[in-house]
DNA sequence: ATGAACCTATCAAGTGGTAGATAGATGACG
DNA sequence: CGTCATCTATCTACCACTTGATAGGTTCAT
């Protein structure tokens, strides 16, 4: 879900790599080593910039997140069907340019085995996020949960079945219903 | 969503406790060892039933599909909202009782990370459970992705936020969608 | 000459996997 | 019946490799 960057240092680079493979392998797919190689440093110079693992995933995720909900604006800005679009058109890019999960859809399956720091972030995200779909729709719909939900799982099928227009059905089916409602 | 078995050989306490720590800490958070000290018996044994870790997971896998399955039985037997409420009550027990991901959500984010005889297995599964739910739905419903993104999604909620209420507010919202339509 | 940004080299722990021994059950045959 | 061979399930002990992490040195711009 997150945008492009340019004229990176190393520190940005590391993060960019840990990301790609955090949201492709998850978090015991992703080693020191192998975001050097992507970099093009050695590993000592990865624990330069982040000591732990735990501070460089907790790292990923706080920009990950930040970018996704600055992205997202004020709710108050948008009609709840163009909250809903819009929602719907990060989790759409992400399947089908990126080919990998939301961050936080593999956070959120692998919580069990990450770093306390490293949950507490995705918990921020999955909270303000709804909070920000509520705003959007308006505080008595109910719906916030079921449409994160919707996404989040649109990404987990399009994956498994290696078919980007999984999540297309989804988006599309879950606009009209908003729309209708 | 798996239930419980009695009476079990090594082998079989083997594929239980693999298929908890799957669901719990993902592919690369389970190792042979864990996997023995769980059973009680030495990391060899577990090689002497299960070659590889790839056969492994494979195997639980294919237990977990069928066991699925199984349990959802013949479409053509319910309603439409039948088969809904039957679906999203196994994913809600999933959260509920056994406060861990299902199993083909997990290999879903890690596709990228899984050896190809796993990754089959999870796409027959969602390929199967896909076609019961379009068959009970009637073929020209368009609904069965967006379920089953829901509910899938609905479990990553559940386990981010800590909270299982999320699952039972997502079975809710879509069981009354359908039975609606 | 100070400090940031790298490096080389290494460590202890854990990984999947293999080799070979052993104890006990099973069954065939005289 | 006895006993010999085989099979199953398990063990101990190891191997090569990867992991996160650390210590200490080098380079180079300010």
């Known amino acids: 879900m997150a945008t492009a960057r340019r004229r990176e240092g190393t520190a940005e680079k590391i993060l960019d790599s840990a990301e790609e493979r955090l949201c492709r392998y998850g978090y015991n797919g992703v080693s020191f080593?192998?975001?050097?190689?992507?970099?093009?440093?050695?590993?000592?110079?990865?624990?330069?910039?982040?000591?732990?693992?735990?501070?460089?995933?907790?790292?990923?995720?706080?920009?990950?997140?930040?970018?996704?909900?600055?992205?997202?604006?004020?709710?108050?800005?948008?009609?709840?069907?163009?909250?809903?679009?819009?929602?719907?058109?990060?989790?759409?890019?992400?399947?089908a340019e990126r080919k990998r999960m939301c961050l936080f859809g593999m956070m959120a399956a692998e919580i069990g085995a990450l770093p306390a720091e490293?949950?507490?972030?995705?918990?921020?995200?999955?909270?303000?996020?709804?909070?920000?779909?509520?705003?959007?729709?308006?505080?008595?719909?109910?719906?916030a949960e079921t449409i994160l939900a919707a996404f989040e799982g649109g990404v987990l099928l399009a994956r498994a079945m290696d078919d980007p227009s999984m999540m297309e059905k989804v988006v599309e089916r879950v606009s009209i219903h908003e729309a209708r409602a």
Chains 1, 2 share one sequence.
């Open 33 to 95: 080593r192998d975001i050097a190689a992507d970099v093009g440093v050695k590993s000592a110079s990865v624990h330069y910039f982040f000591p732990t693992k735990a501070t460089l995933v907790a790292a990923v995720a706080r920009r990950y997140a930040d970018l996704c909900l600055a992205e997202l604006g004020d709710p108050a800005a948008r009609g709840p069907a163009e909250a809903v679009a819009l929602l719907g058109e990060m989790f759409r890019r992400t399947v």
């Open 118 to 143: 490293v949950g507490a972030e995705a918990r921020r995200f999955f909270a303000e996020t709804l909070r920000w779909l509520r705003a959007a729709l308006g505080e008595d719909s109910g719906a």
